[in-house]
C-alpha cells in the first residue's frame, strides 16, 4: 500500500475551515484514500473515503487532486470537539482491508 | 448497539503472565484487525484476520498470537507478557469490500509490571 506524508500539526479557528492536507504520490490505481480520526485516547473514527472524485458527507469534504498525488480533507465549520489526530491512509492493493497507520496531523481548534 | 466490543477495558500483568483479550462484533464483518498503540505513536498492526479459520502477521507480531475461531470473536494472546507489551490495544472489524471504513472498539489498556 502507497505510504502517506502529512503535517504533524494544524491549528485552526474555530468556526473556520479546517484544510488538512496529505500526499500519497506513488499511491496506484486501484487504491482508496481513507481519513480516520483519533479524539484523544478513544478509538479512531472513519470519517471519509475516495477512489478518484471528491466526496463529501456529514462530517467532511475529501479533495484529492486529479493526478491522485495528493488529498485535502475539510472541515467546513471546525469546533472545538474537533480537536483531534487526524490519519490520511492509502489502501486497497493487498485485498486483506489492512490499513497502515502513520502518525497523522494533530489538529488543534482554537476558540 | 451494533458495533466492537472488547473485552477487557483495563488490566495489569505481571511480567511473563499470560491473558487474552477478546473482540467480538456483529456486524457480520469478514476483515478484523488487532492494533497496538503506544504513547504519543500512531496504531501498529499487530495481526489480521481474512475470514473465520485465517489469520496472519501484520507490522509487530512477535510475542502475540490469535485465533479467529468464529466468524463474530478475534481473540488476541500474551503468552508471557512483558513490559514492552504495555500499550493501549484497538480492534477493528471491516467489510470485504474495497471503500467500506473500520470500526473500531474502544480498546484495553494494558499495563505489564
Known amino acids: 500500500d502507497a505510504k502517506t506524508t502529512q503535517p504533524p500539526s494544524m491549528d485552526c479557528a474555530e468556526g473556520r475551515a479546517a484544510n488538512l492536507p496529505c500526499n500519497h504520490s506513488?499511491?496506484?490505481?486501484?487504491?482508496?484514500v481513507y481519513w480516520y480520526r483519533q479524539i484523544h485516547s478513544q478509538g479512531p473514527q472513519y470519517i471519509i473515503h475516495?477512489?478518484?472524485n471528491n466526496e463529501t458527507n456529514e462530517m467532511a469534504s475529501l479533495i484529492i487532486t486529479e493526478d491522485r498525488k495528493s488529498s485535502t480533507l475539510i472541515l467546513p465549520h471546525a469546533t472545538l470537539r474537533d480537536t483531534a489526530v487526524y490519519y490520511c491512509?492509502?489502501?486497497?492493493?493487498?485485498?486483506?482491508?489492512?490499513?497502515?497507520f502513520g502518525q497523522g496531523t494533530t489538529l488543534q481548534v482554537k476558540p | 448497539n451494533a458495533g466492537v466490543t472488547q473485552t477487557p477495558k483495563f488490566r495489569v500483568l505481571k511480567t511473563g503472565q499470560s491473558m487474552t483479550l477478546l473482540c467480538a462484533q456483529d456486524?457480520?464483518?469478514?476483515?478484523m484487525y488487532w492494533y497496538r498503540q503506544d504513547p504519543g505513536m500512531g496504531l501498529r498492526l499487530i495481526h489480521y484476520s481474512v475470514g473465520e479459520g485465517t489469520t496472519a502477521k501484520g507490522e509487530v507480531p512477535d510475542g502475540y498470537n490469535v485465533s479467529r475461531l468464529k466468524k463474530q470473536n478475534f481473540l488476541l494472546g500474551l503468552e508471557s507478557a512483558a513490559p514492552s507489551q504495555t500499550s493501549v490495544y484497538f480492534c477493528?472489524?471491516?467489510?470485504?469490500?474495497?471503500?467500506?471504513?473500520?470500526?473500531f472498539g474502544s480498546g484495553t489498556r494494558l499495563t505489564v509490571v
Open positions: 506513488t499511491i496506484s490505481g486501484n487504491e482508496y
Open positions: 491512509i492509502v489502501s486497497g492493493s493487498s485485498n486483506t482491508g489492512k490499513l497502515i
Open positions: 477493528a472489524s471491516k467489510e470485504v469490500l474495497e471503500g467500506y471504513g473500520y470500526t
Open positions: 456486524m457480520n464483518h469478514e476483515y
Open positions: 475516495g477512489l478518484k
